[in-house]
């Protein structure tokens, strides 16, 4: 693939071209309040517009909009606007804007938006210039926002969120498993046990929000299933999928309980820090908000990798950050060099995300293992250190493939979450779910080819 390469120079300098269009933007979809910030005047600095979601780590927000976006607003003359959404409501409001035609200049996405492809910039400029500068993006990164059928990079990843499991050391101590899970099938005989002594359950969702979506897909994956192949064909009906899915059938009836089938993004943080969980899988935020809150609590609870299947051990990323820039940006030059300022800034967005974001260009952060290890705040001692290690176990949406806008609209049906759910209910055998999940998913390809 040959990409152009345009240094940041080259950016900014476009992008100052752009600005008399950048200063005259205004908030264009009905319905909405303004951003925040007073709206620029014919004249005045360009504009660039960011939408991204409100981190689960506050002190992230405050870095962002209070120091690095303002620093870099006034080192190259333009005035920076910011907003926030909560997770849960980014893929709405991306629609909005993609089907307005309209937005911001640069918009956050938590997962990888390949149905936006004919929406969006090819961000390969950017990605060269980086790559440049930093080496390549990780593996990871580049299945998450490349379509390799058409070479476009149709968004842009400087961090991802690795998803790991979070247990109850005291609880799984007394259980027999000192080093809590390291098996699924650990999780249902310890989780079992666990559950018929002191009623504490073990947490994974079976609803329709991204935390059961990334913990379910893990599951199907570390027993070999998956919702397509590498060259993407639908594999979803298959004995491995079965296989997941009587699994599931069991840890739900022997070590959960119903409330599993309503949660929201937060519940199984909620039942972890109430201290009624054993087990889930999760982002270091339940972690860190026990840090804060209940330093007690904190010590309790141990981080370990994702739990192994028959077939392998494998975790889908909690969040993979990928900004877009929409064809219908005001300043898009503008965008793309801060893109790439951003990836510069590394070092700063995993110490201020508090290790929750890890750079998808490893080199901006050489010492992030020796960081991860020796966190004073983490007790036991060492216990992020496992984190290292993510890209080992990390998945993209649509593994063992690239993200597709076909594997994006499966995440969004939320369609691997009801297979799950249907058959921990107890609705339809596990093979009845496996094949009405895969003709569904057959559909939906069908349409995307």
Same mark, same amino acid.
């Given at each position: 693939?040959?990409?152009?390469?345009?240094?940041?120079?080259?950016?900014?300098?476009?992008?100052?071209?752009?600005?008399?269009?950048?200063?005259?933007?205004?908030?264009?979809?009905?319905?909405?309040?303004?951003?925040?910030?007073?709206?620029?005047?014919?004249?005045?600095?360009?504009?660039?517009?960011?939408?991204?979601?409100?981190?689960?780590?506050?002190?992230?927000?405050?870095?962002?909009?209070?120091?690095?976006?303002?620093?870099?607003?006034?080192?190259?003359?333009?005035?920076?606007?910011?907003?926030?959404?909560?997770?849960?409501?980014?893929?709405?409001?991306?629609?909005?804007?993609?089907?307005?035609?309209?937005?911001?200049?640069?918009?956050?996405?938590?997962?990888?938006?390949?149905?936006?492809?004919?929406?969006?910039?090819?961000?390969?400029?950017?990605?060269?210039?980086?790559?440049?500068?930093?080496?390549?993006?990780?593996?990871?990164?580049?299945?998450?926002?490349?379509?390799?059928?058409?070479?476009?990079?149709?968004?842009?990843?400087?961090?991802?969120?690795?998803?790991?499991?979070?247990?109850? $050391?005291?609880?799984?101590?007394?259980?027999?498993?000192?080093?809590?899970?390291?098996?699924?099938?650990?999780?249902?005989?310890?989780?079992?046990?666990?559950?018929?002594?002191?009623?504490?359950?073990?947490?994974?969702?079976?609803?329709?929000?991204?935390?059961?979506?990334?913990?379910?897909?893990?599951?199907?994956?570390?027993?070999?299933?998956?919702?397509?192949?590498?060259?993407?064909?639908?594999?979803?009906?298959?004995?491995?999928?079965?296989?997941?899915?009587?699994?599931?059938?069991?840890?739900?009836?022997?070590?959960?309980?119903?409330?599993?089938?309503?949660?929201?993004?937060?519940?199984?943080?909620?039942?972890?820090?109430?201290?009624?969980?054993?087990? $889930?899988?999760?982002? $270091?935020?339940?972690?860190?908000?026990?840090?804060?809150?209940?330093?007690?609590?904190?010590?309790? $609870?141990?981080?370990?990798?994702?739990?192994?299947?028959?077939?392998?051990?494998?975790?889908?990323?909690?969040?993979?950050?990928?900004?877009?820039?929409?064809?219908?940006?005001?300043?898009?030059?503008?965008?793309?060099?801060?893109?790439?300022?951003?990836?510069?800034?590394?070092?700063?967005?995993?110490?201020?995300?508090?290790?929750?974001?890890?750079?998808?260009?490893?080199?901006?952060?050489?010492?992030?293992?020796?960081?991860?290890?020796?966190?004073?705040?983490?007790?036991?001692?060492?216990?992020?250190?496992?984190?290292?290690?993510?890209?080992?176990?990390?998945?993209?949406?649509?593994?063992?493939?690239?993200?597709?806008?076909?594997?994006?609209?499966?995440?969004?049906?939320?369609?691997?979450?009801?297979?799950?759910?249907?058959?921990?209910?107890?609705?339809?055998?596990?093979?009845?779910?496996?094949?009405?999940?895969?003709?569904?998913?057959?559909?939906?390809?069908?349409?995307?080819?």
């Amino acid at each position: 693939m040959h990409v152009k390469r345009l240094s940041r120079r080259a950016l900014l300098k476009a992008a100052g071209a752009a600005g008399v269009a950048a200063a005259a933007s205004s908030w264009p979809l009905a319905g909405c309040a303004a951003p925040s910030g007073k709206p620029a005047d014919s004249g005045s600095r360009p504009r660039l517009t960011i939408l991204q979601w409100s981190h689960f780590v506050p002190r992230y927000d405050r870095w962002f909009d209070g120091e690095f976006t303002k620093a870099w607003g006034e080192r190259h003359g333009v005035d920076v606007v910011v907003d926030h959404m909560s997770a849960a409501e980014i893929n709405a409001r991306g629609a909005g804007e993609a089907v307005a035609g309209q937005g911001h200049d640069l918009f956050l996405f938590i997962s990888p938006p390949a149905a936006y492809e004919d929406q969006v910039l090819d961000l390969a400029d950017v990605v060269a210039a980086v790559e440049k500068k930093h080496g390549p993006a990780v593996s990871l990164a580049q299945r998450s926002n490349r379509n390799p059928r058409t070479g476009k990079w149709f968004a842009f990843s400087d961090s991802y969120v690795p998803d790991p499991g979070n247990y109850r $050391i005291d609880l799984w101590a007394d259980a027999g498993f000192p080093k809590g899970p390291d098996s699924w099938e650990d999780l249902r005989v310890g989780g079992r046990v666990i559950k018929s002594r002191t009623g504490s359950p073990v947490g994974i969702g079976l609803s329709q929000e991204v935390d059961s979506n990334m913990t379910l897909r893990a599951l199907l994956w570390s027993f070999g299933g998956a919702e397509q192949d590498e060259r993407g064909r639908v594999v979803l009906d298959s004995p491995a999928t079965v296989e997941a899915l009587k699994f599931m059938r069991a840890l739900y009836l022997e070590a959960m309980t119903p409330e599993v089938f309503t949660w929201d993004p937060s519940s199984n943080n909620r039942l972890m820090l109430s201290g009624r969980g054993s087990f $889930i899988q999760n982002a $270091i935020s339940v972690t860190r908000a026990a840090e804060k809150d209940d330093p007690q609590m904190a010590r309790r $609870i141990g981080i370990s990798r994702p739990l192994a299947g028959p077939v392998r051990r494998m975790a889908s990323a909690h969040l993979m950050n990928c900004w877009v820039i929409w064809k219908s940006a005001r300043n898009p030059q503008a965008a793309k060099a801060f893109l790439a300022d951003l990836i510069d800034a590394s070092a700063s967005v995993f110490r201020e995300s508090e290790l929750y974001n890890m750079p998808c260009f490893p080199t901006t952060v050489p010492d992030a293992a020796k960081v991860l290890a020796e966190d004073p705040n983490g007790e036991p001692r060492g216990k992020y250190a496992v984190l290292a290690g993510a890209l080992d176990w990390t998945g993209n949406i649509g593994y063992p493939g690239f993200a597709s806008a076909a594997a994006d609209q499966v995440f969004n049906a939320f369609l691997i979450p009801l297979m799950f759910a249907r058959t921990a209910r107890g609705d339809v055998s596990p093979q009845e779910a496996a094949r009405d999940a895969d003709r569904e998913a057959k559909r939906i390809f069908e349409r995307r080819a």
